[in-house]
Nanobody, 125 residues
Framework: EVQLQASGGGLVQAGASLRLSCSASGITFDDYHIGWFRRAPGKDREGVALISSNDGSTRYADSVKGRFTISNDNAKNTVYLQMNSLKPEDTAVYYC??????????????????WGQGTQVTVSS
């Protein structure tokens, strides 16, 4: 059974930083590309970042470019999302997810293969 667990969320003030972590069981991240998406009340789901297991290339939503960084530690089977200069509009539940198809998922043509429970990030102004 595939399980993904996101952690590290919290309540912070605008301008602060948080680092989210995603750990997995039932899979190894070497076999998948890993991404983060978020859901905010009243808004559509938004893909935030994705990292390719093939070459480590990354993709970011325009709304987070220059502020968020996705990275992975395959030895620990963990993926991170470093979030700097947080804004109130970053408030959402953040989910980590895995896919075998980077471009199809990033373009929205297909969904991720698996995702887990999210972690709440709340940014106050």
């Amino acid at each position: 059974e595939v399980q993904l667990q996101a952690s590290g969320g919290g309540l912070v003030q605008a301008g602060a930083s948080l680092r989210l972590s995603c750990s997995a069981s039932g899979i190894t991240f070497d076999d998948y590309h890993i991404g983060w998406f978020r859901r905010a009340p009243g808004k559509d789901r938004e893909g935030v970042a994705l990292i390719s297991s093939n070459d480590g290339s990354t993709r970011y939503a325009d709304s987070v470019k220059g502020r968020f960084t996705i990275s992975n530690d395959n030895a620990k089977n963990t993926v991170y999302l470093q979030m700097n200069s947080l804004k109130p509009e970053d408030t959402a539940v953040y989910y980590c997810a895995v896919t075998r198809f980077v471009e199809l998922v990033w373009s929205g043509l297909i969904d991720y293969d698996h995702w887990g429970q999210g972690t709440q990030v709340t940014v106050s102004s």
